[in-house]
């Protein structure tokens, strides 16, 4: 009977150690926002408030992703979208970054899926530019890319954060290639007991008729977590 009671603990020991070596190396958010309208890459896809909740873990390099958004005045959720991601530094340049994979995009309400694939360069530097380009070759037929800088200050324990994008249609989802529109985000916020809120303006200015200039106000609360590798312990905030 000792043999294998003792067999059974030496066991247990190796699986917690080696679930506490994965473990340490998770870290993610859960997040909502509540948003006025839904504005995407110029695009107006809702023009009445939504509901966009979202689920972002992360191993290492590689992070997993869930995001949706929920319609208020339908009462359904209209979209369900699916991310896997690698990002790593660019050999003998640490400052750039490079982040690459797909999204798969679902829509419960239209019964149609489709897949884009993506990379994105940024660099770690005061504004962290970044240009990005998607494809998306099954429903979207074509392609779009964004260049962008963001920026966030404290002061006085609060948050200021500011963001500065513009994109480029390639004909995707069946628009005429051209610019799309010029967004600026404003916001401030605030961490209370690992719970950040973020309440912000944004407003897109069109940089062609195909879409509009319009502005929408939105609330944003995320949660960090993460397993330290000294402490083991979760909740981070960060």
Same mark, same amino acid.
């Given at each position: 009977m000792k =043999?294998? +009671?003792? !067999? @059974?603990?030496l066991l247990a020991i190796v699986v917690l150690a080696s679930a506490a070596q994965l473990f340490s190396g998770i870290s993610g958010s859960v997040y909502g926002a509540f948003d006025g309208r839904y504005l995407w890459r110029g695009q107006l896809l809702s023009d009445t408030p +939504? !509901?966009?909740?979202g689920v972002s873990v992360g191993l290492n390099k590689f992070t997993l992703d869930w995001w949706g958004s929920y319609t208020f005045d339908t009462g359904k959720l209209t979209e369900s979208d699916y991310r896997i991601s690698f990002t790593d530094n660019l050999p003998f340049v640490p400052l750039f970054s490079v982040s690459s994979g797909f999204w798969i995009y679902t829509h419960? /309400?239209?019964l149609y899926t489709s897949n884009e694939l993506f990379g994105t360069l940024s660099v770690d530097v005061p504004a962290k530019p970044y240009v990005s380009f998607y494809f998306d070759p099954v429903y979207g037929r074509g392609g779009y890319s964004?260049?962008?800088? /963001?920026?966030?200050?404290?002061l006085f324990g609060i948050g200021i954060n500011g963001a500065l994008n513009a994109g480029y249609n390639f004909g995707e989802n069946g628009y005429t290639s051209s610019f799309t529109a010029l967004a600026g985000t404003l916001g401030l916020s605030?961490? +209370?007991a690992g719970v950040k809120i973020n309440p912000a303006f944004t407003g897109q200015y069109s940089l062609d008729r195909q879409y509009k200039s319009l502005g929408l106000w939105s609330l944003n609360i995320s949660y960090g977590f993460g397993f330290d590798e000294e402490? =083991?312990? /979760?909740? @981070?905030?960060n």
């Open positions: =043999k294998p +009671v003792l !067999f @059974s603990a +939504v !509901f966009q909740p419960p /309400s239209a964004e260049i962008g800088v /963001s920026q966030e200050l404290e605030y961490t +209370v402490t =083991k312990t /979760s909740g @981070s905030g």
